[in-house]
């Protein structure tokens, strides 16, 4: 090891100094071993030199030549500093002949020739200084001169070990941390409270750098700073200081402490001597006074519970140095338990976790619901090694917390809020700080209730002046009534609107209850005294009445009733509301009424009488028309007949041919008007009458150029009137004609039903489709009503009389079937008659 390592080494400096010898004057056993060196191995000199990092310092001398003592020298005029360097015994025969000691003073004055020197070790090993004899002559020092130096060294060494020990018992008995530190900031004593409080042994400590055992990694330089100012300093003032500072344990923990250091002035300043104690309860009682005094101030200063909820959490997790805070309030009917303020430290992100929006959870879910469900506080020291799940645990660990914290406020056995708090690092149940907490917690409760007492006795009033704002912009009476053991009713509260309805204002000294009873119309006392009678059970009822006024008018009166019951008393809610005008107008539809219903029978009478006088008419008109029909046929047999005769022949025949089916269309909607077309039904080849009609109509096509497509089934067979089924396909065929442009194209299809045609079941759907001029989607509804005629037909200037639909509707009906028209893709119309095979199927 190099020579500046043992001469500087921190531990054997502190062993050195905690040894006391470099202050004492004089130590009589050090005296008597170096007198016994002197004689027994009789040399003129013998001394005990310790080796201090710059010098050497004699700390007694004997012999022949006493008093030779030089108390302090620099190591390079020392011997005895080789003996630590090479931590062995050190002989010297001749000094004079050695070039190592030429330098030496006393070797070249004569004083030093011989020397042997044994080194002087403390209870570590280190090596103190030295027991030496010098001789001024040239001297061969034999074995037994050693060994009786090596005895006498280990006398010394003795004195040593036991001013060592008495040094570390009386810093032992000190009940604080004590500890002394050399300039270099080296440890050189370390008591049994510091090996406690910080957990380093004193072997461990000793020599190692004192800031480096206490101080937290990040404060080191701080921590220098301040022990060169206070070294700097001590020369003004030798009084030590006091200071708080953040200390650090083995395991990192950091804690608070206060630290009294003073600096040694006998050392000149190099040695320090401090003494801590951990203040974390001290520093904990603080902040808790302060979280205290700053809840006391919210609650001072807020003007809304929901105010103070915030400043509580913001004021504790400040104070006590937490990450974040909610506070829960327990609504009103203990159905859940709803978060109305949280914080969190700035520039600490949890929003992941937690926000300022109310959140609502029940019994036993989350933090806040396990609180409230105990009535208890609970702690958890670390979310990460806790066992127990909850609501947001997982979002909590997910965000760097730990620590959890949940604190009822109650008042007795009732939970009215949960405040909750959250830290980055685990910590510890603390029983005494959850108390001092708990005791913050009742005092919150007791604002929380009074506030909340006032705030709803605010919110009454509040309400009762908006219920009397808008009692007062409506024309209702709202009252309240008590109905007394004998079911009289006494008013507690009426409306001013009460005046309104009575016809002028209330008498003075008169119960309003009273007056309105006596002003009920005669006829009406029965309903109101049901009334009574039903509230007065408890029941709701209403009822209507006549009011006859103060003013002589009377008035319609609806009034309504609720009973509840507050305390022995039962009470009655209502209101009554004038009613008059609405009865008015009510008895005023009922005579329009009457008169509408009145008009509508005499408009069916004369419904009646239209169509018996049309069913007359054309009864009367058809025996003559049949007539003109007959001789006009004899006129056109008449060979003798002119060709103009005959042409005024052959137009009284088509005309009356034409007045012949229109009294027929009559007589058959006569028919149906009086109870049905009557129908013979018989087995019909429906695939035969079909082709037949189409043949009939196919020379009115082709005077039109229109082309007429068939698709019939063969052998399709219906149980049908052959003479309706053929009227009926006539008017569809011949209004296909009539209403399709020159060059169109009529189709006529027949098939069984498939589902998929509107038809269903054991039926023959038949259609008729053209390209015709069309009917508007809104006009398909009347289609089928009797004398209705398309707007398309009539803007085209095509004829018709408007029954023929009617009748064919009819007639589909009649045998059970169905009928309906839709336009036709591309333009015109297709008609579908669904007829069922066996009648007895029919819709």
């Known amino acids: 090891m190099p020579a500046t390592d043992r001469i500087h080494d921190a531990r054997r400096l502190r062993l050195l100094h905690a040894t006391g010898l470099l202050e004492e004057s004089e130590v009589p056993l050090l005296d008597r071993v170096t007198r016994l060196a002197a004689r027994w191995l009789r040399a003129p000199v013998a001394m005990v030199s310790l080796i201090e990092a710059d010098r050497q310092v004699v700390v007694s001398s004997a012999g022949p030549a006493d008093p030779w003592r030089v108390e302090h020298s620099p190591l390079s005029q020392s011997l005895c500093q080789?003996?630590?360097?090479?931590?062995?015994?050190?002989?010297?025969?001749?000094?004079?002949?050695?070039?190592?000691?030429?330098?030496?003073?006393?070797?070249?004055?004569?004083?030093?020739?011989?020397?042997?020197?044994?080194?002087?070790?403390?209870?570590?090993?280190?090596?103190?200084?030295?027991?030496?004899?010098?001789?001024?002559?040239?001297?061969?020092?034999?074995?037994?001169?050693?060994?009786?130096?090596?005895?006498?060294?280990?006398?010394?060494?003795?004195?040593?070990?036991?001013?060592?020990?008495?040094?570390?018992?009386?810093?032992?008995?000190?009940?604080?941390?004590?500890?002394s530190f050399d300039a270099s900031g080296a440890v050189t004593a370390w008591n049994v409270a510091a090996e406690h409080l910080f957990g380093w042994s004193t072997a461990e400590a000793t020599g190692c750098q004192a800031g480096a055992l206490i101080s937290p990694r990040q404060l080191r330089t701080g921590w220098e700073q301040v022990v060169r100012r206070i070294r700097q300093e001590s020369t003004s003032s030798p009084i030590g200081q006091r200071l708080e500072v953040t200390a650090v344990d083995r395991s990192g923990r950091e804690f608070p402490a206060e630290m009294i250091v003073q600096v040694d002035a006998e050392q000149d300043g190099s040695l320090c001597h401090a003494v801590l104690h951990d203040i974390t309860a001290q520093r904990r009682m603080q902040m808790l006074r302060e979280a205290h005094h700053a809840v006391v101030r919210v609650l001072a200063d807020a003007h809304s519970s929901q105010e103070a909820a915030a400043g509580v959490v913001t004021a504790i997790a400040d104070a006590l140095g937490w990450t974040c805070g909610e506070y829960w309030q327990v609504d009103p009917g203990q159905n859940g338990?709803?978060?109305?303020?949280?914080?969190?430290?700035?520039?600490?992100?949890?929003?992941?976790?937690?926000?300022?929006?109310?959140?609502?959870?029940?019994?036993?879910?989350?933090?806040?619901?396990?609180?409230?469900?105990?009535?208890?506080?609970?702690?958890?020291?670390?979310?990460?090694?806790?066992?127990?799940?909850?609501?947001?645990?997982?979002?909590?660990?997910?965000?760097?917390?730990?620590?959890?914290?949940?604190?009822?406020?109650?008042?007795?056995?009732?939970?009215?809020?949960?405040?909750?708090?959250?830290?980055?690092?685990?910590?510890?149940?603390?029983?005494?700080?959850?108390?001092?907490?708990?005791?913050?917690?009742?005092?919150?409760?007791?604002?929380?209730?009074?506030?909340?007492?006032?705030?709803?006795?605010?919110?009454?009033?509040?309400?009762?002046?908006?219920?009397?704002?808008?009692?007062?912009?409506?024309?209702?009476?709202?009252?309240?009534?008590?109905?007394?053991?004998?079911?009289?009713?006494?008013?507690?509260?009426?409306?001013?609107?009460?005046?309104?309805?009575?016809?002028?204002?209330?008498?003075?000294?008169?119960?309003?209850?009273?007056?309105?009873?006596?002003?009920?119309?005669?006829?009406?006392?029965?309903?109101?005294?049901?009334?009574?009678?039903?509230?007065?059970?408890?029941?709701?009822?209403?009822?209507e009445y006549r009011l006859i006024g103060l003013d002589g008018v009377t008035r319609w009166i609806w009034m309504r009733g609720m009973p509840r019951r507050e305390g022995d008393l039962l009470v009655v809610d209502g209101i009554s509301t004038d009613i008059t005008d609405r009865r008015q107008l009510a008895e005023q539809r009922e005579r329009l009424l009457a008169a509408e219903q009145q008009q509508v029978r005499r408009l069916r009478e004369l419904d009646v009488m239209k169509d018996e006088l049309m069913a007359l008419v054309t009864h009367e008109l058809r025996n003559p028309i049949g007539a003109i029909r007959g001789y006009a046929e004899l006129l056109l047999d008449d060979e003798t007949l002119t060709g103009e005769q005959r042409s005024f022949a052959d137009v009284i025949d088509r005309k009356s041919a034409h007045l012949q089916r229109l009294v027929d269309d009559l007589l058959d909607l006569a028919r149906l008007e009086a109870g049905g077309l009557g129908i013979d039904?018989?087995?019909?080849?429906?695939?035969?009458?079909?082709?037949?009609?189409?043949?009939?109509?196919?020379?009115?096509?082709?005077?039109?150029?229109?082309?007429?497509?068939?698709?019939?089934?063969?052998?399709?067979?219906?149980?049908?009137?052959?003479?309706?089924?053929?009227?009926?396909?006539?008017?569809?065929?011949?209004?296909?004609?009539?209403?399709?442009?020159?060059?169109g194209t009529v189709t006529v299809t027949a098939a069984p039903a498939t589902g998929r045609d509107g038809c269903v079941g054991e039926e023959v759907v038949v259609t008729v489709a053209d390209t015709g001029i069309g009917i508007p989607a809104e006009q398909y509804g009347q289609l089928f009503s009797r004398f209705f005629r398309a707007s398309t037909a009539k803007a085209a200037g095509v004829k018709g009389t408007g029954l023929g639909l009617a009748i064919t509707k009819a007639i589909a009906e009649a045998h059970g079937g169905t009928i309906t028209a839709a336009p036709r893709e591309g333009g015109g119309t297709v008609f579908t008659v669904c007829l069922p095979i066996d009648p007895s199927s029919g819709r």
């Open 681 to 743: 039904p018989r087995p019909v080849a429906l695939t035969g009458l079909l082709r037949e009609t189409i043949d009939d109509h196919r020379a009115a096509a082709a005077a039109k150029r229109l082309t007429i497509v068939t698709d019939l089934a063969q052998a399709l067979r219906v149980h049908a009137d052959p003479v309706r089924i053929r009227q009926l396909a006539d008017n569809l065929l011949s209004n296909a004609i009539k209403y399709t442009p020159v060059g």
């Open 337 to 543: 338990i709803t978060r109305t303020a949280s914080w969190c430290r700035p520039g600490r992100d949890v929003s992941a976790f937690t926000s300022c929006e109310p959140l609502t959870f029940t019994r036993r879910q989350g933090l806040a619901g396990l609180v409230w469900d105990s009535g208890h506080p609970m702690w958890v020291d670390d979310l990460a090694t806790d066992p127990r799940n909850f609501t947001r645990k997982p979002q909590a660990m997910q965000t760097g917390l730990h620590a959890a914290i949940g604190l009822p406020i109650h008042s007795g056995e009732q939970v009215h809020g949960v405040l909750t708090f959250f830290t980055d690092t685990a910590q510890e149940a603390d029983e005494d700080l959850v108390a001092l907490l708990d005791s913050i917690c009742a005092h919150v409760d007791r604002y929380m209730e009074r506030r909340r007492a006032e705030e709803l006795a605010l919110e009454l009033a509040e309400s009762r002046r908006r219920f009397e704002q808008i009692i007062a912009q409506l024309d209702d009476d709202v009252w309240t009534i008590e109905i007394g053991p004998d079911g009289a009713p006494r008013a507690l509260e009426v409306s001013p609107n009460l005046a309104k309805l009575l016809g002028g204002p209330i008498p003075a000294g008169t119960d309003p209850s009273e007056l309105v009873m006596r002003q009920v119309h005669p006829d009406d006392r029965p309903a109101v005294s049901a009334f009574q009678a039903t509230t007065a059970s408890g029941g709701k009822a209403e009822t």
């Open 82 to 179: 080789n003996i630590v360097v090479d931590d062995a015994p050190l002989t010297v025969a001749d000094a004079r002949a050695d070039v190592r000691w030429r330098a030496v003073e006393t070797v070249s004055g004569g004083k030093l020739t011989a020397y042997a020197g044994m080194p002087l070790r403390a209870g570590g090993g280190q090596v103190l200084g030295a027991l030496c004899v010098i001789d001024d002559r040239p001297r061969q020092w034999n074995s037994e001169n050693l060994q009786t130096l090596e005895d006498l060294a280990a006398m010394v060494e003795s004195e040593i070990a036991v001013r060592l020990a008495r040094t570390q018992a009386v810093l032992d008995r000190v009940p604080e941390a004590a500890l």
